[in-house]
């Protein structure tokens, strides 16, 4: 069956360090793979997009890895801020779809 | 803001209600979504809509009717709905569907719906 699995337990980490969250797919063949965030009653946000052929992306702090042969992106937030707490969500597109398909997000609590 | 809004925030009905959603977009999209989010479960899709077509009705009971009388918005009526519909209900927009350009959707802020 196909499926995107993240993380459901809570991240914790001390500020100033990086935080890393997984992202892994089966039985999906994507084209390309998007991270939001999500605050408490809100609706996700757009970060980043990562395509097939791409093994990195990049923005600010922000970076996103793709490996097709693992079926696994990264999602990392170098120097942590508190402002980072959030859920993130990844979602991947395959070829001729009509949809994203999300995972079930990754709750991040950066503590000071 | 988003550019998307939807109205109401918050609704609480009863089982024999009925009450509408809706969900206005100002980006000049194509495409527009409703999701529904619970607890500890992936954003679910619900309703796709491209220029104004459905296209996408993914398993949804027909208690959740959407309509989409023109590109910029979009209304889900809810009747006769169970306590287990209780959720947040998300709508969406991108510029065209996401399997013909690496688009990005761009989410209102949902309404939050209780279902006594």
């Known amino acids: 069956s196909q499926k995107i699995e993240q993380n459901s337990e809570a991240l914790n980490i001390q500020e100033g360090k990086t935080a890393t969250l997984t992202c892994n797919y089966t039985?999906?063949?994507?084209?390309?793979l998007q991270w939001y965030r999500q605050d408490p009653g809100r609706g996700p946000v757009f970060l980043l997009l990562?395509?097939?052929?791409?093994k990195e992306k990049r923005k600010e702090r922000l970076k996103v890895t793709f490996d097709t042969t693992l079926k696994q992106s990264l999602f990392h937030i170098t120097a942590s801020q508190p402002a980072d707490s959030a859920t993130y969500l990844c979602?991947?597109?395959?070829?001729?779809?009509?949809?994203?398909?999300f995972g079930t997000g990754t709750r991040l609590q950066v503590f000071p | 803001e988003t550019g998307v809004t939807q109205t109401p925030r918050h609704l609480v009905m009863g089982m024999t209600n009925k009450k509408s959603l809706k969900c206005e977009q100002h980006?000049?999209?194509?495409?527009m979504y409703w999701y529904k989010q619970s607890a500890k479960k992936p954003l679910e899709l619900m309703f796709v809509?491209?220029?104004?077509?459905?296209?996408e009705n993914n398993s949804v009971p027909s208690r959740f009717s959407p309509e989409c009388p023109n590109s910029s918005h979009l209304f889900l009526h809810l009747h006769t709905l169970q306590p287990e519909d209780s959720a947040l209900y998300l709508c969406?927009?991108?510029?065209?569907?996401?399997?013909?350009?690496?688009?990005?959707?761009?989410f209102g802020p949902g309404t939050r719906l209780t279902v006594l």
């Open positions: 969406a927009s991108s510029q065209d569907l996401p399997g013909l350009v690496t688009d990005t959707q761009y």
């Open positions: 039985n999906y063949s994507p084209a390309y």
């Open positions: 990562i395509r097939e052929n791409e």
């Open positions: 979602a991947l597109a395959t070829y001729n779809t009509d949809k994203l398909i």
């Open positions: 980006l000049g999209h194509n495409a």
């Open positions: 809509y491209s220029l104004e077509e459905r296209v």
